[in-house]
């Protein structure tokens, strides 16, 4: 059987866990998830990861693999994923990519490579110590000097990332921003099927994600995250910290905000980043973009996606 590698991305809500769980079912898959807040273990309400009955149906890989006191980079994910794709494939399946987390899915596929720069010990050493006696503040000034762009996308309190874009600038004398765009051009890919969700009625997308928070609000997101704040799990400066649900949350459980006003401040912050994850995505014209809008039926968007796969094996 060939078992070139499906992918199956859009922005949040838009179905496409559903879509890639018919996939693997249809084309003897298994599921590696390209979500970069799945891996942490203990944040399951907040980064809707599958169900039991998921897990029953279709093996699943890269979810619950790190602890939200990690700071899981890129390069990390990429290696580990790297080694789970040619296991899947060694035994005969399909590995099916599915996430929303477009620079997870180009590091993987398109062949980008993150570790170029040697790392200058002395001046990372010199930036956090930079952090330590002027505060997180200060070094992400000093970032927003250099790359506006990048700083406008990195937490102040993500000091890793932050010296990360630093480092950069100083080894290569390019922004960040500058930097991944080079790393792409130069990228070399590796042969899948590129599927992604969207919906030509941008309001059906959004009904949908203030439905998901609903559901998550209802299934104990409060003391998802109380839980994780009380036992040291969701410190400030790390990547999972900064996941869409956990931060606003922590108004509530700290006494600062209602529920319901965390509700709608994670409904607001979850369509800004489907935004941001749409712009990421279109600019893949390898895509094939299927629309759930423009289909009648569930089974009959399920049958298109299946039709795309097969003319690609």
């Given at each position: 059987m060939n078992n070139k590698i499906i992918s199956v991305a859009g922005p949040t809500a838009s179905g496409?866990?559903?879509?890639?769980?018919?996939?693997?079912?249809r084309f003897d898959g298994e599921i590696i998830s390209f979500d970069s807040m799945q891996i942490y273990r203990g944040m399951d309400i907040?980064?809707?990861?599958?169900?039991?009955?998921?897990?029953?149906?279709?093996?699943?890989?890269?979810?619950?693999i790190a602890d939200p006191t990690e700071n899981f980079s890129v390069a990390d994910f990429t290696a580990r994923a790297k080694e789970i794709?040619?296991?899947?494939?060694?035994?005969?399946?399909?590995?099916?990519?599915?996430?929303?987390?477009?620079?997870y899915q180009d590091s993987l596929l398109r062949g980008t490579e993150f570790g170029e720069l040697h790392a200058d010990e002395a001046y990372r050493t010199k930036l956090s110590e930079f952090a330590k006696t002027n505060g997180n503040a200060a070094?992400?000034?000093?970032?927003?000097?250099?790359?506006?762009?990048?700083?406008?996308?990195?937490?102040?309190?993500?000091?890793?990332?932050?010296?990360?874009?630093?480092?950069?600038?100083?080894?290569?004398?390019?922004?960040?921003?500058?930097?991944?765009?080079?790393?792409?051009?130069?990228?070399?890919?590796?042969?899948a099927t590129l599927i992604a969700l969207n919906y030509r009625d941008r309001e059906k997308l959004y009904s949908r994600i203030d439905m998901r928070v609903d559901i998550m609000m209802e299934n104990g997101l409060f003391e998802e995250v109380k839980?994780?704040?009380?036992?040291?799990?969701?410190?400030?400066?790390?990547t999972a910290f900064d996941a869409i649900?956990?931060?606003?949350?922590?108004?509530?459980?700290?006494?600062?905000?209602?529920?319901?006003?965390?509700?709608?401040?994670?409904?607001?912050?979850?369509?800004?980043?489907?935004?941001?994850?749409?712009?990421?995505?279109?600019?893949?014209?390898?895509?094939n973009w299927l629309y759930p809008d423009e289909?009648?039926?569930?089974?009959?968007?399920?049958?298109?996606?299946?039709?795309?796969?097969?003319?690609?094996?």
């Open positions: 496409k866990s559903d879509l890639a769980l018919f996939l693997a079912e907040g980064t809707a990861k599958p169900t039991k009955e998921d897990l029953a149906r279709v093996r699943h890989h890269m979810i619950d794709i040619a296991d899947v494939q060694n035994r005969g399946k399909t590995p099916v990519l599915c996430g929303g987390t477009g620079l070094l992400h000034a000093l970032l927003a000097e250099k790359d506006p762009e990048a700083a406008e996308k990195i937490h102040m309190n993500n000091v890793k990332r932050v010296i990360r874009a630093l480092e950069i600038i100083n080894a290569s004398g390019m922004t960040k921003t500058e930097w991944d765009k080079k790393a792409l051009e130069n990228a070399s890919g590796v042969p839980a994780l704040w009380e036992s040291g799990k969701l410190l400030p400066g790390t649900g956990y931060k606003e949350m922590l108004s509530c459980v700290r006494g600062e905000d209602s529920r319901d006003v965390c509700a709608e401040k994670i409904k607001l912050a979850t369509r800004h980043y489907a935004k941001r994850q749409l712009t990421w995505f279109l600019r893949n014209k390898e895509i289909y009648s039926s569930k089974e009959e968007l399920y049958s298109a996606a299946a039709e795309l796969v097969s003319k690609d094996r």
